[in-house]
Structure formats: structure tokens, C-alpha cells
């Protein structure tokens, strides 16, 4: 079975601080993908990455950045000098590569508040 | 392009009544996926489908829940009959071919039923 797990119910921060947010997966899948999503308060969902299992180096995206470490089946998010347009729910998710499913599997999600 | 549609954006209805969720994928997408949002459960799939053909419906609650593609640029999602805990935004996405795509959601229908 696979499983998303994002600890951080709510997080709350002042402008300009960094910021990570934690996910942990679990999955028996030698290969899989994960993303990031972002839910603003308008309540759409955007897509912020995608990473595949083979690839764990990290990335970085202008304040974005992303952590993907195997070994202790994590991925985490960090952004950089936040601001208060970045207060929104972040979800982790999880796909198999193989198998048929295209099925994303989220965690709970991340509400961060970014204070001014 | 204008991304993955869905109609209505807000629904109300009363208990008992059939509601009916619509949503238009992004052109060329083959996949297309429902899924729902409440604060107990978080995000779930319901149903999805490739090609229009639905692969996998295990996340349907119940038989008041149906889905249907009939072609490639329409969906809909109806519950029949409606009841209070169906309360929840429904969301639409769809992907492209292949398992390297990410999935583009749709702005969600927040369905309350009274």
C-alpha cells in the first residue's frame, strides 16, 4: 500500500523566513513519482513538481527547493524568504510509475501561514 | 489553453435531490480523474479514466455515485440521491499520456447538500 504522511498540520512564520515542509511516503515500488501541490486559499490546486524515483538530485526553483532523499523515503519542500502570497495548504502525493495506476495518492497537506 | 474546467463552481441542494458535476480536461489530455475534499478524509480519488474507458472506480462511495465519459472533452459526476455527507469539493483533473505527466486540477465544485 502506499501512504503520504505530512506531519505539519500548520505552520506559521514571519515574512522573509525560511521554511520547510516535511513529507515522508511510504510504497513498495522500486520506481514511483512525487509531487508538490500548492491550494491557495481560492481553493485551486496547482502543480508545483514532479520528481521521479530515479532522480534524486535536488532542485531548485527561485525560492523553491526541493529535498529528495530515498534513503529515508522523503521529500521535502523549502522555500526561501517567504512571503504572505505563499500562505496556502501544500500537499505531498505520491504515483506509481508501473502497475497501471495512475492514482495520486496525497498526504493531508501543510497549511503554512506566511505573517507579515 | 484554459485548463481543466469544471461547472458548477458552488452547488447547494437539498437532501434527496440528483446533483450532476461537469468538467471539460484540457485538450489532448487522455486521462481524466474525480476527486473529492473534506476536511475528515483529505483528498481521495474516486474514479479515474484513461482513454475514456474508466480503469479504476474503487473510491466511489456507493451507488449513488456514477461517472460517465462519454467522449474526450466531457465528464460528469452524479449523485443520486444526494445526502448530507456528500458535502465536499469535487475536484476534476486530467494528465497526458504516459506515466512522466503531472495532473492539472480543475478550481473544484463545492457541493453542499442540506
Known amino acids: 500500500a502506499q501512504k503520504v504522511t505530512q506531519a505539519q498540520t500548520e505552520i506559521s512564520v514571519v515574512e522573509k523566513e525560511d521554511v520547510t515542509l516535511d513529507c515522508v511516503y511510504e510504497?513498495?515500488?522500486?520506481?514511483?513519482?512525487l509531487f508538490w501541490y500548492k491550494q491557495p486559499p481560492s481553493g485551486e490546486l496547482v502543480f508545483l513538481i514532479r520528481r521521479n524515483s530515479f532522480d534524486e538530485q535536488n532542485e531548485i526553483s527561485g525560492r523553491y527547493s526541493w529535498n529528495f532523499q530515498k534513503s529515508t523515503s522523503s521529500f521535502n519542500f523549502t522555500i526561501t524568504a517567504s512571503q504572505v502570497v505563499d500562505s496556502a495548504v501544500y500537499f505531498c502525493a505520491l504515483r506509481r510509475a508501473q502497475g497501471g495506476s495512475e492514482k495520486l495518492v496525497f498526504g493531508k497537506g501543510t497549511k503554512l501561514t506566511v505573517n507579515p | 489553453d484554459a485548463g481543466v474546467i469544471q461547472s458548477p463552481r458552488h452547488e447547494v441542494t437539498e437532501m434527496g435531490q440528483e446533483v450532476t458535476l461537469r468538467c471539460k480536461p484540457i485538450s489532448g489530455h487522455n486521462s481524466l480523474f474525480w476527486y473529492r475534499q473534506t476536511m475528515m478524509r483529505g483528498l481521495e480519488l474516486l474514479i479515474y479514466?484513461?482513454?475514456?474507458?474508466?480503469?479504476?472506480d474503487s473510491g466511489m462511495p456507493e451507488d449513488r455515485f456514477s461517472a460517465k465519459m462519454p467522449n474526450a472533452s466531457f465528464s460528469t459526476l452524479k449523485i443520486q440521491p444526494s445526502e448530507p455527507r456528500d458535502s465536499a469539493v469535487y475536484f476534476c483533473?486530467?494528465?497526458?499520456?504516459?506515466?512522466?505527466?503531472?495532473?492539472?486540477f480543475g478550481q473544484g465544485t463545492r457541493l453542499t447538500v442540506v
Open positions: 510504497t513498495r515500488d522500486t520506481t514511483y513519482y
Open positions: 479514466f484513461n482513454n475514456n474507458v474508466p480503469i479504476d
Open positions: 483533473a486530467s494528465s497526458g499520456t504516459g506515466v512522466n505527466t503531472e495532473a492539472f
